[in-house]
T-cell receptor, first 112, second 107 residues
Framework: ETGVTQSPTHLIKTRGQQVTLRCSSQ?????VSWYQQALGQGPQFIFQ???????GRGNFPPRFSGLQFPNYSSELNVNALELDDSALYLCASSVKGGETQYFGPGTRLLVL | AQRVTQPEKLLSVFKGAPVELKCNYSYSGSPELFWYVQYSRQRLQLLLRHISRESIKGFTADLNKGETSFHLKKPFAQEEDSAMYYC?????????FGTGTRLTIIP
């Protein structure tokens, strides 16, 4: 069984740029959720994807967008980066309707 | 809106002593609650969930709806319990996390 993987592990961008983060779900999982974890905080829900469609969204502006592909992998895109977007971005996969989400190692984004 | 509160950012306990990590929640429906743990240099992983009423690595947590709490307990702390612990509440497709408690076990 392959766990959740994310790429890249680290990324540095400047304000105003755009970034794409990638996630491969665990084998057998069809749902992907994205979370933002700022320093000293718990993860905050950004959105979830199921069957290639957004299936719920947290309090994040539209410049945070995503995609899910037929193989259930997913991308998180952030446009017009702001300094406050600096955080650890976590991806979690699960089976639709299942309780447990399995997390990836995260991508650490630094916006200068 | 749902909310999860972990009042202690840091908690230090001697090896062999009892551990209690506090979690309180605010939710209008019937809550589904979890404890996640992150050991040093490892990813966030599920420790236990209230529905299964299980004991994992000696930890238990009981849902108290009257006090809206889901405290994590272990009778005898071990050094390998040192980690970051997050309480989380599931509402449909999303998890709402607390800010976490860093538990340090003193040898």
């Amino acid at each position: 069984e392959t766990g959740v993987t994310q790429s890249p592990t680290h990324l540095i961008k400047t304000r105003g740029q755009q970034v794409t983060l990638r996630c491969s779900s665990q084998s057998g999982h069809n749902t992907v959720s994205w979370y933002q974890q700022a320093l000293g905080q718990g993860p905050q829900f950004i959105f979830q994807y199921y069957r290639e469609e957004e299936n719920g969204r947290g309090n994040f502006p539209p410049r945070f967008s995503g995609l899910q592909f037929p193989n259930y992998s997913s991308e998180l895109n952030v446009n017009a980066l702001e300094l406050d977007d600096s955080a650890l971005y976590l991806c979690a996969s699960s089976v639709k309707g299942g309780e447990t989400q399995y997390f990836g190692p995260g991508t650490r984004l630094l916006v200068l | 809106a749902q909310r999860v509160t972990q009042p202690e950012k840091l908690l230090s306990v001697f090896k062999g002593a009892p551990v209690e990590l506090k979690c309180n929640y605010s939710y209008s429906g019937s809550p589904e609650l979890f404890w996640y743990v992150q050991y040093s240099r490892q990813r966030l992983q599920l420790l236990l969930r209230h529905i299964s009423r299980e004991s994992i690595k000696g930890f238990t947590a009981d849902l108290n709806k009257g006090e809206t709490s889901f405290h994590l307990k272990k009778p005898f702390a071990q050094e390998e319990d040192s980690a970051m612990y997050y309480c989380a509440l599931r509402d449909g497709q999303k998890l709402t996390f607390g800010t976490g408690t860093r538990l340090t076990i003193i040898p």
